[in-house]
């Protein structure tokens, strides 16, 4: 199974505010984590945290979950696993600090599913 890490500008502006010990260890909690997905899938889904969706969408879940870096620092990333193309996809929206975490979900959150929610309503 391939891992593919995707990142997007919100989460590289993020990272660029970081410090350099900070951002080191970001990236290497998500190497780990991907690196690990492929041979221990249950180990990694048990390290990350589903954030639920902001107003239930005619039952989805959200494929939006936080892994934690360190005490402060949290990822906000989506999970998708492509098995026709034998592939898990880690996109990553958001570097935040634990305080900012509800703020920044909701942000994402927001962009992410309002486009399904308008295609939902009858």
Do not use: H
Not at 15 to 40: G, M
Not at 94 to 120: H, I, P
């Amino acid at each position: 199974m391939d891992v593919l890490i995707e990142s997007t500008r919100g989460f590289e502006k993020d990272l660029a505010k970081l410090s350099e010990d900070e951002k080191a260890t970001a990236i290497q909690k998500i190497n780990d984590r991907a690196s690990l997905f492929p041979t221990q899938k249950a180990d990694v889904y048990r390290q990350l945290r589903r954030l639920p969706l902001l107003s239930n969408i005619n039952g989805y879940e959200s494929s939006l979950y936080t892994l934690r870096v360190s005490q402060k620092l949290r990822v906000i990333l989506a999970v998708d696993e492509d098995p026709i193309f034998g592939q898990v996809i880690f996109t990553l929206f958001r570097v935040v600090k634990r305080d900012d975490l509800d703020k920044a979900y909701k942000g994402v959150a927001e962009s992410l599913y309002q486009e399904l929610g308008r295609n939902l309503r009858p």
